[in-house]
């Protein structure tokens, strides 16, 4: 969609249309059994991550600010755009200058007023404070200041045009906070139970357990694709902490909890099976994707890229570790549910051996030690395949990649896969040239601007520490930053597509599978949806029948 | 922490030296010496714990950064320089070293880089859960161990070995995998207690087990050899000829002495517990010290392990000092000698 | 861990007992020999490779042609549990080997050594107990990286103090003994009578405890795989198989029950044999 300005009776009639699609919010969801509704109560729901902030640049962070903070705009079942705090915006001419209109009479739940001046605070705080370093990387490069124009008017200024910057804010990672309460409260007290204008508030955290959220009885301010207005029906959310996917499956099935997160493809059709209601989420964005180092070791060579491609059925492999569950991806630049995705990506290689094997040999690996691991000057084919477990990659992903790594030897490439722990993740291991050979991983986007953020070139001179290929391509980034400023939908398209293509042809980067964020409800509990930027649990109308 | 050998009790009494004399003018001196050592045991593992951190690979402020990010990259200098500066990490090695014991001293164990809190408040927070856990555990313990030795130990050759076995048996058990089967038998199938074990009463019953049973076996072998030895002894005859019934033996006369050895391995266990702690956690979804414990170092939160390194510490001194004052309650012969 | 630690050496004291039949140590060799024939040639017991899959048949429970079932991606459990036998066994020797040789180097500089190093070991080691081995054990391995060579290093440094402890007690209890005073009452050397009578008395039940403290070490080092930070998947070290199989524990109970068992026994092997060692050793003293 073209950012276009909102009228009020465009909102209107947006609103009604989703009123009467109310079902579509909840993706996948069964018709609900009729029932009646139930005030209040309190929604037990068991999350799988915690957290050091409720604020922050993660994924596990946004599912929950979500709840708690409100955006500027938000994103409805069909991908589109729809008002939030801002009621209307629009973008000028050149695509340079975006003006938000705010809904009147918001408040925080510290009492102080939503205005523009807040707001243009949040912009700065994200961008130039460092609070929030996802939020930058979406921002940086294009963003250049907010103002207040007036009490209800803010104004965005971009460096180049970026058409699909609303599309963009609605991610968790744009939530908007309280000014009185950035400025005056600790770092403690904002990490842990940041002040919004959201459904609910921060109780009280027990920090290994669980968060507890309880019900803003002053809400005014619900996104357009809510199903209602005014406060949250439920009175109360214990958001628990549960790591083990079998615990949780087992809690919902006990009653112990209302709702789960992240339902393991083996336990899939069981638990619908037993009347649980199951949300299926595609996550649009980067998918699970290996891209190759193209700066160092035998991936600089495009032959042995493609050999690699061609060597592993990878669709078998997703099929049946994930169960029918987990889709199949074959496009290595963004997934299937991304505005912009292109099918001829996605099917450029399809398991052949033999094409395997000839590219090998054309590549100069035409010896074999021992295992069947093909060689060159004596040197084996072996790769370095880390990837973190446990955070980024799953038990489900983790298996998968046995399967790569298991077909990949049948061709003669001995694949070392390194389970990597959260703490040597985050102290940057593995992120060097010379470390890694494949990168496995997802991002989390509304647009197929990802590839922006994944493929483009570092800020002023830096490296960009994003791309995983550690190689900078000039023709694809120019390709990807044509994109990102073109104002025409099917044109942009054309072009993330390209981009793709791109991609896929030089084997930059093979995907394997989508990313599903996944939610179990019971039958008891309704109206819990999925939000559609990136997939959280959203339970503000959410509520018991019964 | 492996036990080695029972042979061998005093090895298992930690701060103890083998045959102390404990004298009465020397008490205060003892106690003097007794608190010295401690504060040089703190100081140690403080010290380990702040150079084996120090030699983390990895650089700490990307770490920070990371982790509050979701991302696992590399970061420019830009972007470290505020976090570098916060937590004064470009400090020499040296200097963060003494500004921490200057810390430690004031009872300030610093903030956590992840959670912005106090270390104390996180560890305040968590600790309670894990002292129940460990305590109940103990207490389960003991019971299992009691019963199951007084019904089987010196019953003859069968019964006897067969008591072994299980002890042997039980003491083996891993508990990450015991804890699993628990839950799998007791919550997923026959859904008795809640998955989600919390810190209700009903939700301790299965973490406790888990730590209970292997602590069951391993105190059972050490008693059941002493049951065995005092059955023999003049005063059990005595008692018999008495007319005592054999339950009452058991349980009055016998148990009193060959608990001895089993009430030391306690003391070292209750320090100990916080290995198992962590995996009970994990399996039991349980909040507890254990947990923090794990978080603390795959996100690299020195201050936070520091402060859980310095609470184990001061809670195995302590410990070792109330297995001390139980010896002298049970055995009269040592209240006599002190 | 904790309280799984090596068994407190049971002293065999009702005659009895041991004209009795050794039906456990029967059964603890006959388990040792097939152990040590999965350790050193598992192709011979393995009917597959440890990595071989079978996408068409995962999750199957077991059965006459999968005795152990098949895991997720349809690897044969039993296969894995026989080719996984030589990494967790090693690790539970290597590791008892370094906690052992560690122990007695430090047992016996903190009994033997002069007033100064008696103390200062002494209070490494004080501070070694007091110090959470786990901790110590994560501290290591996210230092080395995740390897064998790292868990037996965790495991080993881990388990030390409690054995060092062990060797400075037998060491001080074998200088106050009757035959040691005799020795210095017949102006025997200071090495003669460390070489003749004290090391050989205090290090002999070592032997012993290396077998006892072979099974604590895989329980350890399984632990460790437990909470990821052990030997990584698909290797078919034990506990990484155990580790792999949770996710599936409702659904194919199998793939945590059995590598379960397998650990379970092979401690429960190593500890009768080093308990039958050190009756026997106790009876040679005599």
Redesign the interface.
């Known amino acids: 969609m073209t950012p276009r300005p909102h009228s009020i009776a465009a909102i209107v009639a947006a609103t009604a249309a989703l009123l009467a699609l109310s079902g579509c919010a909840a993706t996948g969801a069964e018709p609900a059994p009729a029932g009646e509704l139930v005030e209040g109560g309190t929604i037990t729901y068991?999350h799988q991550q915690?957290?050091?902030?409720v604020f922050?640049?993660?994924?596990?962070?946004a599912y929950l600010s979500y709840n708690v903070l409100d955006s500027l705009v938000s994103l409805d079942a069909d991908h589109e755009v729809v008002p939030w705090l801002a009621e209307s915006w629009s973008v000028s001419d050149d695509g340079l200058q975006w003006t938000f209109e705010l809904k009147p009479d918001v408040k925080f739940t510290d009492g102080s007023d939503l205005t523009a001046e807040v707001v243009a605070y949040n912009f700065d705080h994200w961008v130039n404070q460092?609070g929030n370093?996802?939020a930058f990387a979406w921002l940086g490069g294009y963003y250049e200041s907010a103002t207040a124009v007036d009490d209800l008017t803010v104004q965005v200024d971009l460096s180049s045009p970026y058409p699909r910057l609303a599309d963009n804010l609605t991610q968790g990672y744009f939530g908007i906070q309280s000014q009185q309460a950035l400025e005056t409260r600790?770092?403690?007290e904002n990490?842990?139970s940041p002040i919004g204008s959201g459904a609910f508030v921060v109780d009280h955290w027990?920090?290994?357990?669980e968060i507890v959220l309880t019900r803003n009885d002053e809400y005014t301010s619900p996104p357009a694709n809510a199903e209602h207005t005014g406060p949250a029906y439920v009175d109360e959310i214990v958001w628990?902490?549960?790591?083990?996917?079998?615990?949780r499956?087992?809690?919902l099935k006990?009653g112990?909890?209302d709702a789960i997160y992240d339902v393991?493809a083996?336990?899939w059709d069981?638990t619908g099976d037993a009347g649980f209601e199951l949300l299926k989420y595609v996550t649009p964005g980067r998918p699970q994707q290996l891209t190759f180092n193209t700066a160092q070791g035998v991936f600089t060579d495009e032959k042995v890229r493609q050999a690699f491609a061609y060597a592993i059925d990878r669709e078998?492999?997703v099929e049946?570790?994930g169960r029918g569950v987990i889709p199949y991806e074959g496009n290595g630049g963004v997934s299937q549910t991304t505005p912009g995705y292109s099918q001829k990506a996605a099917d450029w290689y399809s398991q052949d051996v033999d094409k395997a094997a000839e590219l090998l040999d054309e590549a100069g690996w035409t010896g074999e030690d021992s295992d069947g691991t093909r060689t060159k000057d004596g040197e084996p084919l072996q790769v370095t395949l880390p990837y973190?477990?446990?955070s980024?990659i799953n038990?489900?992903g983790?298996?998968i990649l046995?399967?790569v790594?298991?077909q990949a030897?049948k061709s003669g490439f001995k694949v070392d896969?390194?389970?990597?722990?959260?703490?040597?993740?985050?102290?940057?291991?593995y992120?060097?040239p010379d470390e890694r050979d494949i990168y496995p991983g997802y991002w989390t986007a509304v647009t197929s601007g990802i590839l922006h953020i994944n493929w483009g070139a570092g800020a002023g001179g830096?490296p960009n520490?994003?791309n995983a290929s550690f190689t900078d391509y000039p023709e694809l980034q120019a390709i990807i930053l044509a994109a990102n400023s073109e104002p025409d939908v099917d044109a942009q398209n054309a072009l993330y597509e390209q981009a793709q293509e791109y991609i896929a042809e030089h084997a930059l980067a093979i995907g394997v599978y989508d990313r599903l964020s996944t939610l179990a409800v019971s039958p008891g509990l309704q109206g819990v949806w999925q939000e559609n930027a990136q997939g959280g649990p959203t339970f503000y109308d959410a509520h018991f029948v019964q | 922490m492996t036990l080695t050998s029972s042979s061998e009790t005093d090895a298992a009494v930690p701060g103890r030296e083998a045959g102390a004399p404990r004298r009465g003018p020397a008490t205060l001196r003892l106690v003097a010496g007794k608190a010295v050592g401690a504060v040089l045991v703190l100081l140690g593992a403080a010290t380990a714990a702040f150079f084996a951190q120090a030699s983390l690979p990895g650089d700490r402020a990307t770490v920070i950064l990371n982790i509050r990010a979701g991302q696992a990259i590399a970061r420019t200098p830009e972007e470290l320089a505020p976090i570098n500066a916060e937590y004064r990490l470009h400090d020499p090695l040296i200097v963060q070293y003494l500004t921490y014991l200057k810390g430690l001293v004031v009872g300030d164990l610093g903030l956590s880089y992840q959670q912005h809190r106090p270390v104390i408040a996180i560890i305040a927070d968590q600790l309670g859960a894990t002292i129940v856990l460990t305590l109940t555990a103990l207490a389960f313990a003991w019971i299992i161990m009691v019963v199951w030795v007084t019904l089987t130990a010196g019953r003859g050759p069968v019964v006897n070995a067969l008591g072994g076995f299980f002890d042997t048996t039980a003491a083996g058990l891993p508990h990450y995998w015991l804890g699993i089967i628990l839950l799998l038998v007791f919550a997923l199938t026959l859904g008795w207690f809640p998955v989600i074990g919390g810190t209700g009463a009903v939700g301790i019953i299965l973490p406790a087990l888990t730590l209970a049973i292997p602590l069951a076996g391993f105190l059972g072998q050490a008693t059941r050899t002493e049951f065995e030895r005092s059955l023999d002894s003049p005063f059990v005859l005595s008692a018999r000829m008495r007319g005592m019934s054999d339950v009452g033996i058991r349980l009055r006369h016998v148990l009193r002495h060959a608990v001895l050895p089993a009430v030391t391995l306690s003391g070292w266990a209750l320090g100990a517990t916080i290995s198992g702690a962590v995996v009970v956690e994990a399996v039991f979804a349980r909040p507890g010290i254990g947990q923090v414990l794990v978080t603390a170092v795959s996100s690299q939160d020195m201050p936070v392990v520091i402060g859980i390194v310095m609470l184990v510490a001061a809670f195995y001194v302590l410990a070792n000092l109330l297995v001390d004052i139980a010896y002298v309650l049970i055995d009269p012969r040592l209240r006599r000698a002190s | 861990m904790t309280a799984t630690a090596a068994p407190p050496a049971a002293r065999p004291t009702a005659p009895a007992r041991l004209r009795r039949q050794p039906w456990d140590l029967y059964a603890a060799l006959a388990a040792t020999a097939v152990f040590a024939l999965a350790a050193l040639w598992p192709d011979l017991l393995a009917t597959q490779g440890a990595f071989t899959m079978d996408l068409a048949n995962t999750l199957q429970p077991p059965s006459a042609a999968h005795w152990f079932g098949t895991d997720e991606a349809g690897r044969d459990l039993y296969s894995r549990v026989i080719h996984g036998t030589a990494a967790s066994l090693g690790i539970g020797i290597g590791a008892a080997a370094v906690s052992l040789t560690l122990a007695a180097v430090l047992g016996a500089l903190a009994a033997l050594g002069n007033r100064a190093t008696s103390a200062s070991v002494g209070w490494l080691l004080e501070v070694a107990f007091a110090f959470p081995a786990l901790l110590l054990s994560l501290l290591l391995i996210a230092v080395l990286g995740p390897s064998i060579l790292t868990l037996i290093l965790a495991v080993g440094i881990g388990t030390a103090p409690g054995y060092a402890r062990m060797v400075r007690g037998q060491i001080l209890g074998a200088k106050d003994s009757p035959y040691v005073e005799a020795a210095i009452a017949l102006g025997h050397s200071r090495g003669r009578i460390l070489r003749q009578h004290i090391l050989p008395n205090s290090l002999r039940p070592l032997v012993a405890v290396f077998a006892l403290s072979i099974g604590q070490s895989i329980v350890w080092a399984s632990s460790l795989s437990f909470l990821g930070l052990g030997i990584a998947p698909p290797a078919p070290e034990w506990g990484a198989l155990l580790d792999a199989g949770r996710p599936y524990i409702t659904v194919a109970g199998w793939l945590t029950v059995i590598p379960g068992v397998v650990i379970v026994l092979l401690a429960l092997t190593t500890t009768t044999l080093g308990r039958h060692l050190q009756s026997f050793l106790e009876k040679g003293e005599k």
């Open positions: 068991a915690e957290p050091a902030c922050g640049g993660w994924i596990e962070q460092g370093s996802t600790s770092d403690e990490c842990a027990d920090r290994g357990q628990k902490f549960v790591a083990d996917a079998t615990t499956v087992a809690a006990s112990e909890v393991p083996v336990q069981a078998e492999i049946s570790i973190f477990a446990g980024i038990a489900d983790a298996s046995q399967g790594q298991e030897a896969l390194i389970p990597v722990p959260q703490a040597e993740a985050f102290a940057g291991a992120s060097q830096e520490n994003w």
